[in-house]
């Protein structure tokens, strides 16, 4: 999605349930698209898929892009579901989740705070782009408009994205 809400292309992807695939199939998105005019990459959080960890390091490394994950609720990590629902790669899953650093807290102009991590792109720039592109209530309107694209996908698999 342009700046000015202008829709130029869809594509969708599938990571694995619980998997680590998810920064793949980010990338594989992003050359589907064939486009050198993506100027961001932003994502609805870090951890999707049931515990499938984006590695913002590498996916921002891969596609030279700036990479932004938003989330919207404080959190005390996941550390102990890690270790309870993967005990055979938990210690990997943990040094993802380190490596993509502290989330920072945001007061969008919505008056919605939110919380991000991103990866080449300056806070200053990254707060300024999110008032632009953040309509109403605490969602930017290209994540606004994905989510509902993936659930309108969905619906024909019988599933919901969250």
């Known amino acids: 999605m342009r700046r000015d809400f202008f829709i130029d292309g869809v594509v969708i992807g599938k990571a694995t349930v619980g998997g680590l ?36 390091d590498r996916l921002h490394d891969t596609i030279k892009r700036p990479i932004v994950c938003i989330t919207y609720e404080d959190s005390p990590g996941i550390s102990k579901y890690l270790q309870e629902y993967f005990p055979e790669d938990f210690k990997e899953r943990e040094a993802i989740y380190a490596r993509n650093g502290e989330r920072k807290k945001f007061m969008l102009k919505t008056g919605f705070e939110i919380f991000y991590q991103s990866r080449g792109i ?13 309509v109403n209530g605490a969602i930017p309107e290209p994540l606004r408009v994905a989510k509902l694209i993936a659930n309108a996908f969905l619906k024909t698999q019988n599933k919901k994205v969250i």
């Open 21 to 56: 695939d998810s920064t793949d199939i980010i990338v594989d998105m992003y050359k589907k698209l064939s486009r050198e005019d993506i100027g961001l990459i932003l994502l609805n959080g870090c951890i999707i898929s049931w515990f499938n960890i984006i590695e913002l």
């Open 122 to 134: 300056s806070d200053k720039k990254l707060k300024y782009l999110l008032n632009k592109i953040t």
